[in-house]
């Protein structure tokens, strides 16, 4: 049973902390029932409905902007071992910059970044 003694702990460290933010949730929220309020805007009443808030741009946008940061996702560990790997891992990022800049040609193409 000593060996127990952590992961119990761990056990009430982790439902103290749940108690805790439900307790501070309830301290926290306002009067009223849970449908009485909105869940954005504040607790404000909705006028329109949330998905047609945005163009459908903006969705382009961000496909683009997950192409760019899986980009960075994959050039930081690239940036550890390039100077291990030589010439061959810097042929392999230019291939990969390629393919990501012909994305980019093609959404320019498409009209993704003109927003007239």
């Known amino acids: 049973m ?4 952590p992961a119990l702990a761990l056990l009430g460290v982790s439902l103290a902390g749940v108690l805790g933010v ?3 949730a309830a301290l926290v929220r306002g009067g009223g029932g849970p449908l009485e309020r909105e869940p954005y805007m504040g607790g404000g ?7 047609s ?3 459908v741009r903006w969705y382009a ?4 902007f997950l192409a760019f940061d899986m ?3 994959f050039m930081y560990p690239w940036v550890l071992v390039v100077a291990e790997k030589g010439v061959h891992a810097v ?3 230019f291939g990969f ?4 800049l012909a994305a980019v040609v093609y959404a320019w193409r498409e009209g993704a970044f003109r927003w007239t």
């Open 22 to 24: 439900y307790g501070a």
């Open 53 to 55: 808030r945005f163009h």
């Open 45 to 51: 009443a909705v006028t329109e409905h949330a998905v």
């Open 97 to 100: 910059l390629a393919v990501l």
């Open 2 to 5: 000593g060996s127990f003694w």
């Open 71 to 73: 980009e960075m996702v």
């Open 91 to 93: 042929a392999e990022m």
């Open 61 to 64: 946008v961000t496909l683009l």
